[in-house]
């Protein structure tokens, strides 16, 4: 069965520290998907990244980065130099590629970070 | 490109009353999940449709709950008869290639069931 956990319910932190947002998953499944999204306090949700089972490379976008390690299970996001605009709850999500399950998106229960200026 | 439109924003009504969230995808995505989010369960899968289709509905909480999708540009969410417990945000989200792809989320409705 698939299964998300993001162990750090509340993470806060000082603007331009480094955070990182752990994210651990359970998957029977060879191939499979992996997302994170962003939902600021206006409620809405915001794709950031998404990543396939074959692809290990570490992805950067500006001061976003994402480690995936198929190894410990785990697609970690780090956020450079912290901004009071990355203020945000963060969920890791996981989906299934085989054709039978048809891609259900599962999320973690979300990580709450606070940036304090 | 228009997002995924969900309507209404906000809707409040009384216990026992039948509630209808609207969901338009956006144009091309072939798959549309409906999503709960409360404070203790997270976002929760409810539905989800491809090409129209209902694919799995296990995430559906009980009868009182059904969900419809009469063409790929509209998809409706009721609720009958609704429950203070069903108060939550409801989310629509599309997507290209099932899950697979981005889902794309629209703004969601906040429901209050008093």
């Known amino acids: 069965a698939q299964k998300v956990t993001q162990a750090q319910t509340e993470i806060s932190v000082v603007e331009k520290e480094d955070v990182t947002l752990d994210c651990v998953y359970e998957?029977?499944?060879?191939?499979?998907?992996l997302f994170w999204y962003k939902q600021p306090p206006s409620g809405e949700l915001v794709f950031l990244i998404r990543?396939?089972?074959?692809?290990?490379q570490n992805e950067i976008s500006g001061r976003y980065s994402w480690n995936f390690q198929k190894s410990t299970s785990s697609f970690n996001f780090t956020i450079t130099a912290s901004q009071v605009v990355d203020s945000a709850v963060y969920f890791c999500?996981?989906?299934?590629?085989?054709?039978?399950?048809?891609?259900?998106?599962?999320f973690g229960q979300g990580t709450e970070l606070s940036v304090k200026p | 490109d228009a997002g995924v439109i969900q309507s209404p924003r906000h809707e409040v009504t009384e216990m026992g009353q039948e509630v209808t969230l609207r969901c338009k995808p956006i144009?091309?995505?072939?798959?549309l999940f409906w999503y709960r989010q409360t404070m203790m369960r997270g976002l929760e899968l409810l539905i989800y449709?491809?090409?129209?289709?209902?694919?799995?509905d296990s995430g559906m909480p009980e009868d009182r709950f059904s969900a419809k999708m009469p063409n790929a540009s509209f998809s409706t969410l009721k609720i009958q008869p609704s429950e203070p417990r069903d108060s939550a945000v409801y989310f629509c989200?599309?997507?290209?290639?099932?899950?697979?792809?981005?889902?794309?989320f629209g703004n969601g409705t906040r429901l209050t069931v008093t």
């Open positions: 989200a599309s997507s290209l290639d099932r899950g697979r792809a981005p889902l794309h």
């Open positions: 998957t029977r499944d060879t191939t499979y998907y």
């Open positions: 990543r396939n089972s074959f692809d290990e």
């Open positions: 999500a996981l989906s299934e590629a085989g054709y039978n399950q048809g891609g259900k998106l599962i």
């Open positions: 144009s091309g995505h072939n798959s």
């Open positions: 449709f491809n090409n129209n289709v209902p694919i799995d």
